[in-house]
């Protein structure tokens, strides 16, 4: 299993906190063999699509693409912090395009978000948005602005429903 790992952290620089085995199983072959996200420094499924991966900056145990049909579109930037899970077909998109030009992007501040956080199957997080720490969002969520520290929040806009105890699983320092 060492070796393993050791063989891993040579394609995967960020690769702390997954199970070397899951890796290899579930994206190794499509991402280094096939070539789907490739040059992404982080297992992404291969039904996921990661652009701008340059423009993220990663936490420990933060691996988002590694869910089926997700869309990471970094343009402006995402900062993402420790313990990020995120659901099959999660978008999170830092720019829009103009409302004037379809080929102009938006320039906005970048996506942030918090230790901690579980964005739920099918939710869109919009640019410039900040989701702050130990925050559940719901399932098929759309937001549209920005998640307080310790809260669930849900639906389209998402809003926070009822706040939330205290993260209880493994955390980690920077």
Known sequence: MTFLR????????HIDGANPLYVLGTVFFSQKILGFNRFVPWPVHFTSRVLYHKNITLGKRSFPGWSQGCYIQAR??????????MGPNVGLISSNHSNDDYDIWTETEPIKIGDNVWIGMNTVVMPGIEIGNNVIIGANSVVTKSIPDNCIAVGNP????KEKQAYKGATFSD
């Open 6 to 13: 050791f063989i891993l952290r040579f394609f995967y620089r």
């Open 76 to 85: 402006n930037g995402i900062s993402i912090g420790n313990n990020l899970r």
């Open 158 to 161: 998402c809003k926070p429903i």
